[in-house]
């Protein structure tokens, strides 16, 4: 057989697992029709497992590598629970006849709202003066409308966001309003206007970007700012995913995302501006590989790509974000000093103490 002949059957095999695939997803949709009428969640850990212990020794029995299997069938429970997270939020939507308002509509996570809320059946309405999502009702300035809407979500850059809630406090609107800030000191005081007109107001912080599509493994914050009719309901919107639930209080949220955020962004920014600056040397390294500089290569450059004015705010805005720093320079002074003055009991020590840290925080894949 000529290459191209060989080529030809690869081509054919692959339309076939695809239209096995297709086949699959259509009967997990079916799955997510039957769990739903039976009352049962969407995601079940033990027949995951069951599917991949399946694989992989079905593949044994194939000559063909378990691993390879167990990836390929992990992508496809991805497929099909994200086929199935979204039934279930279109089917238990609450927003049927219901109106929201998503001000900061065209940014990434504003967009995410737009389609999230669209999707549960409210008519929603956009409001950015820097874009517009085609077939969805807009305006550039939020301040044209009545603010009649069921639910207002703030989506814009943090410091306007402070000024929003402060100007909607004015207006008194009679739905329930929530900002999505990655940090909620700087909302402190738009926050606290709102409470004091007696309106219903919650901040919550969804951790994922805006690419996401399964929700399963993701985290939603919320954070209490008073009323329990608003949190009820912004949780109430996240009932039918898969994502973790977590409320706090601002405070604790901002000294956690100091971390969170605040740490590996700045270590990441760390990490590729010593490499930039290594003079003769950064040329060299491109060519070179290893397995942790590659997967560090890869979280800066995602790192090195996002918003600076957005990665800014994360750092100097938050009440709590100088603490974070300096315990990495003291981490970096501490790595300095043990290799500097040759004292390797101190680095065992850093080692040791990072790996029972991170025994005790191993997430499920
Ligand atoms: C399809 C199902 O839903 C989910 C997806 C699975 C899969 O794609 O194999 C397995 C378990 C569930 O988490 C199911 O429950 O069978």
């Known amino acids: 057989m000529t290459l191209e002949d060989l080529r030809e059957r690869l081509s054919a095999l692959d339309t076939q697992l695809l239209t096995l695939v297709a086949e699959r997803q259509r009967l997990s949709r079916e799955v997510a029709e039957a769990k739903r009428s039976t009352g049962r ?14 694989a992989r020794s079905t593949a044994q029995s194939l000559e063909l590598s378990p691993d390879l299997a167990e990836s390929v069938m992990r992508l496809l429970i991805r497929g099909s629970l994200t086929t199935q997270e979204r039934l279930r939020v279109a089917a238990g939507g609450q927003g049927s006849g219901r109106s929201a308002l998503v001000i900061g509509g065209a940014g990434k996570m504003g967009r995410w709202f737009v389609e999230f809320l669209a999707s549960q059946g409210y008519q929603v309405c956009g409001a950015d003066p820097a874009g517009r999502i085609e077939g969805v009702s807009w305006v550039a300035d939020w301040r044209e409308t009545a603010l009649e809407h069921d639910l207002i979500v703030v ?6 966001a402070n000024r929003v809630l402060a100007e909607l406090a004015a207006r008194k609107p009679r739905g329930i309003v929530f900002d999505i800030g990655s940090l909620k000191s700087p909302l402190r005081t738009g926050i606290k206007a709102m409470q004091d007109a007696g309106l219903r107001i919650t901040s919550i912080h969804p951790m994922f970007g ?10 939603v914050i919320f954070v209490d700012a008073g009323s329990k009719e608003a949190i009820d309901a912004a949780r109430g919107l996240f009932a039918s995913t898969m994502a973790e639930q977590v409320v706090m209080t601002l405070d604790e949220h901002d000294r956690l995302i100091a ?14 501006t010593a490499l930039a600056n290594s003079g003769e040397a950064a040329p060299r390294l491109a060519q070179l590989s290893s397995t942790t500089y590659d997967a560090q290569v890869d979280v800066a450059t995602r790192v090195a790509g996002e918003s600076p004015d957005l990665y800014f705010e994360i750092q100097s805005l938050n009440d709590y974000g100088r603490e974070s720093l300096t315990a990495l320079r003291s981490a970096v002074d501490r790595l300095w000093q043990a290799v500097s003055g040759n004292d390797a009991a101190d680095f065992a020590a850093m080692m040791r103490q990072g790996r029972e840290y991170l025994a005790g925080r191993v997430r499920e894949g």
């Open 259 to 272: 971390y969170v955020l605040g740490l590996s962004h700045a270590l990441n920014i760390a990490f590729f």
């Open 210 to 219: 805006p690419d996401t599509e399964l929700l399963s493994g993701r985290h």
């Open 155 to 160: 989506a814009t850059p943090l410091q306007i």
């Open 41 to 54: 969640g969407t995601r079940d850990y033990q027949r995951e497992r069951d599917v991949l212990m399946r």
